[in-house]
Every structure is written in C-alpha cells, then in structure tokens.
Nanobody, 126 residues
Framework: QVQLVESGGGSVQAGGSLRLSCAAS????????IGWFRQTPGKEREGVAI???????SYADSVKGRFTFSLDNAKNTMYLQMNNLKPEDTATYYC????????????????????WGQGTQVTVSS
C-alpha cells in the first residue's frame, strides 16, 4: 500500500520560510514523475515544482527563485523549501508521485499523477 505523508505546513508572515516534507512508504521515489501541487478554494490544483517523465524539473513562474525542490533518496523523502513567502502562496500543498499514464511533461496536471499526499496547509499573512 502506497502512502505519501506530508508535514511542515503552518502559518508564517510574509517574507518567512517553510519546508514541506513528503515521506513515502510502499513506494520508492525516482527522479521522474514526482513533485508538488497546490490548491486554493475554488481553483484548480496547480503544479508548483514537478519533475516530469523526462526528469526535467519545472517550477511555476510565480515561485521561481523562491521555492526549491529536493529529494533525499536515503530517506525516501521529497522536500519543498519555500523562502520569501507571499500571501498569494497561501494554499493547501500536495505531494504527488507516479505518472498515472506513464508520462507527464512540464508542470503536468493533477490527472497525470497516481499517488497523492493528504495535503498540508500553508498560510502566509501580510
């Protein structure tokens, strides 16, 4: 049984930092088809930092230069370091893994991914 367990969300003031973690069990991360999405009420879930099926890492334009994706294979855990947070970064963040159709390109879409974390809330106040 595959489980992706997220941690690290919380509330922070604008300009602050948070690091999200996503530990996997029953599944071994590879450098493809993994990453982070986020969603706000009434909006589509959007890719934030995604490694696609060609192993290319993409960031959403709105987070470039502020967010950093990393993977610790020894811990089978992926991370999203978020610096200089802005109120517009407020969202529920989800980790995702495994290309459902065997491929995903760029930031992908939610339907491209098979496994999901439970979501962790990030709230940035001004």
């Amino acid at each position: 049984q595959v489980q992706l367990v997220e941690s690290g969300g919380g509330s922070v003031q604008a300009g602050g930092s948070l690091r999200l973690s996503c530990a996997a069990s029953g599944y071994t991360y590879a450098m493809d088809c993994i990453g982070w999405f986020r969603q706000t009420p009434g909006k589509e879930r959007e890719g934030v930092a995604i490694i696609d099926s060609d192993s290319n890492l993409s960031y959403a334009d709105s987070v470039k230069g502020r967010f950093t994706f990393s993977l610790d294979n020894a811990k089978n855990t992926m991370y999203l370091q978020m610096n200089n947070l802005k109120p517009e970064d407020t969202a529920t963040y989800y980790c995702a893994a495994e290309c459902a159709r065997g491929w995903a390109y760029g930031l992908g879409t939610p339907g491209d991914f098979e496994y999901w974390g439970q979501g962790t809330q990030v709230t940035v106040s001004s």
